[in-house]
């Protein structure tokens, strides 16, 4: 997959710039845009040719990706490379990627949370406010993830309806909008 349409190098600069937004690496995001839309396992000759990157950086940028869980290795017979494959069910994908994001940026938020309402029962220093304000984000932060835990387990089909549902949802609680 040497050369790339207009539309293809539209989308892979496009999602290397979200990615930067994300806090992923420019190179990564690429480099998963590149095997997103790829009909078949690449190698990372023929990634590192595509994006016109070095070679270092495709290995480090695989691992990563493969870190995340949305890039896997795998097999082609009759050549003895590894090559990679992205996650193709975007549902799936995007899951994932929230899992992964939970687990890196979210889990560490409440525990620190968790413990600094604590501390700051205990502590005298601490104001009423700045304590009840913790708490609250302590609650908001159990309460979302608790409702993430639960869709997460839910079929792509059952969450894509739901997600679609949305205004009709809101008119059933009885939201103006």
């Not at 304000?133 to 059952?158: C, H, M, N, S």
Request: contains cysteine; aromatic residues 8%; positive net charge.
């Amino acid at each position: 997959m040497a050369k790339l349409s207009s539309v293809q190098q539209k989308f892979i600069l496009h999602w290397g710039e979200m990615g930067t937004r994300w806090g992923i690496n420019r190179t990564v995001a690429q480099m998963h845009a590149l095997i997103f839309i790829s009909p078949k396992p690449l190698n990372a000759e023929e990634i590192a040719d595509t994006l016109v990157v070095a070679r270092s950086n495709v290995s480090n940028s695989l691992k990563e990706l493969q870190g995340w869980g949305i890039v896997k290795r795998v097999h082609v017979l009759g050549d003895s490379r590894d090559h990679f494959e992205s996650m193709k069910d975007v549902w799936e994908m995007f899951r994932v990627v929230l899992d992964e994001r939970k687990k890196r940026e979210i889990d560490p938020t409440v525990a620190l949370l968790r413990d600094c309402v604590a501390e700051a029962h205990k502590d005298k220093e601490t104001d009423e406010y700045t304590e009840q304000k913790l708490k609250e984000l302590a609650d908001f932060f159990d309460v979302t993830t608790a409702w993430y835990g639960q869709i997460r387990q839910w079929p792509t089909g059952a969450l894509t309806k739901f997600v679609k549902a949305g205004d009709k949802i809101r008119k059933l609680l009885g939201i103006g909008g």
